[in-house]
């Protein structure tokens, strides 16, 4: 695995085993690597850690996936769409982490799973953001892979969803398979995995 570590125009890649990179700025990149035992991570603070553990969860379906990790910061109204979109302008989030998925079956057709982690300032804020974005048709934040590289014309039906809410932060998952007539680990399963 890779970690790329942005720095103004240019990036430094940190080799860190595994199979899921993440692009973070230098500090963030630092908290990721020291988050853990004895030091807490604070609340909606998302690691390498849980990419990996992600990846393994799938991996123990059968399903051989790698993921990407990039930190937004509290820009949620700028990745998103829809009714979150208008949501999120007239209460902005806390924090933005998302993630994107690559997973191949036994046959190597590919299916794309994206999730977010929404940090709200309070629980309120995250229910209501939840009840939002549970509701069918309503937008997302928006998938990485629409922001860029091979996948970016590959468009979420939301038919394959699931969330989930602790405290102020709220995660959902999507997967969209690439191919028509995914013979793979069922999507049900992939996104309940991702959001566990």
């Known amino acids: 695995m890779t970690v790329t570590l942005a720095v103004g125009g240019a990036s430094t890649a940190v080799s860190a085993g595994g199979g899921a990179s ?5 500090a963030q990149a630092q908290s990721a690597r020291s988050c853990g035992q ?5 609340e909606g603070e998302v690691t390498i850690n849980d990419l990996r553990s992600i990846e393994v969860r799938l991996a123990r379906k059968g399903l051989q996936a790698s993921g990407q990790l990039q930190h937004d910061g509290a820009h949620c109204s700028e990745h998103s769409y829809g009714k979150v979109l208008e949501f ?3 209460q902005p989030c806390a924090d933005l982490y ?12 590919v299916v794309l799973i994206a ?4 940090r709200m300032a309070d629980q309120g804020g995250a229910v209501a953001y939840r009840q939002l974005v549970d509701t069918y048709g309503t937008g997302n934040v928006t998938e990485l892979s629409r922001e860029g590289g091979r996948y970016r014309t590959v468009r979420y039906t939301a038919r394959k ?11 959902n998952a999507q997967a969209e398979p690439v191919v028509r007539g995914w013979g793979g680990l069922a999507l049900t399963t992939i996104v309940n995995e991702a959001v566990r």
């Open 22 to 26: 993440v692009a973070r700025s230098p």
């Open 161 to 171: 969803y699931a969330s989930g809410r602790r405290n102020n932060v709220v995660v």
């Open 88 to 90: 999120f302008h007239r």
């Open 38 to 42: 004895p030091r807490q991570c604070t």
């Open 98 to 109: 998302r993630a994107q998925f690559q997973g191949r079956d036994r046959k190597g057709d």
């Open 115 to 118: 999730v977010s982690w929404v």
